[in-house]
Structure formats: structure tokens, C-alpha cells
């Protein structure tokens, strides 16, 4: 169970670029549960042969080839420092802004269908003449 998205300072606070980065982690924990696949590939077989046991994996192409299988965020930023930097140095905070401006501004509300509406408020009713009935 995940609660809290957006929350600050115990909940004292929400921050619409927090919940941004926590529906981020929530996607990556998300697609992480789906499983990871298991192959020669995957566990970069061929890569550990070449490279050696105990030396650098990081900079082979296979490393960033399979990054994502596991989760892959939208917010956090997994290019090379050189890259993020030519990129313009924007970290999870700044990425997490510049997507609730975009939301903000280009969202649209589908609607609800009118006979969801119809039922939801037909429970409203039922839910409110049961209260009231209690309260007498």
C-alpha cells in the first residue's frame, strides 16, 4: 500500500512537484513488480566475459541498454553526467516543475459518463437519507 503522494512535513504540507516524483517512484516500483526477464542478455553474459569479473560495467553499452527493465522513470534522470549536464544540469525537482506547469496548462478533465454520474449520486442520496434517519 503507497499513501501520501505529494505529502510534506507529515502531510502538514503537498507539494504538486512531490507527488510528481512520487508517482514517478510509484510507476517505477509499479513496473519493477511486473518482473524482470532473465535471459543471457539481461544478466550481460557476453558483457562479463569481455569486461571481467571486478572491473568497470558502468560505461558498457549493455549497462544503459538494460537499465530500464526494471523501472523506468519519467522524472529521474539516468544519463551520464556529462549528458546531464549538456542537458542543462536539471535535477528530479526542476523535471517534477516543469511537468506540473504542463499539466496545469494542457490537462484535460475527461468526464465522468453521465450513468457513473447517475450512480454515484444515487448512492449520495441513499447514503444521506440513511444519515439523516440516524440522526433523528
Do not use: C
Request: glycine share 6%; aromatic share 6%.
Amino acid at each position: 500500500m503507497i499513501y501520501g503522494g505529494g505529502m510534506l512535513e507529515l502531510g502538514q504540507t503537498f507539494s504538486l512537484e512531490q507527488q510528481v516524483i512520487d508517482n514517478d517512484i510509484i510507476m517505477m516500483e509499479r513496473k519493477f513488480m511486473e518482473g524482470v526477464p532473465v535471459t543471457d542478455e539481461t544478466l550481460a553474459v557476453d558483457a562479463i566475459k569481455f569486461i571481467g569479473i571486478g572491473n568497470d560495467f558502468i560505461a558498457h553499452p549493455s549497462t544503459m541498454e538494460q537499465i530500464d527493465l526494471a523501472s523506468d522513470p519519467e522524472i529521474f534522470d539516468r544519463t551520464m553526467l556529462g549528458e546531464w549536464r549538456a542537458n542543462g544540469k536539471k535535477d528530479a525537482v526542476d523535471r517534477a516543475h516543469e511537468k506540473v506547469v504542463d499539466i496545469l496548462a494542457n490537462h484535460i478533465v475527461t468526464p465522468v459518463p453521465d450513468d457513473v454520474m447517475a450512480a454515484w449520486e444515487k448512492i449520495v442520496k441513499e447514503a444521506d437519507e440513511v444519515f439523516l434517519k440516524n440522526k433523528e
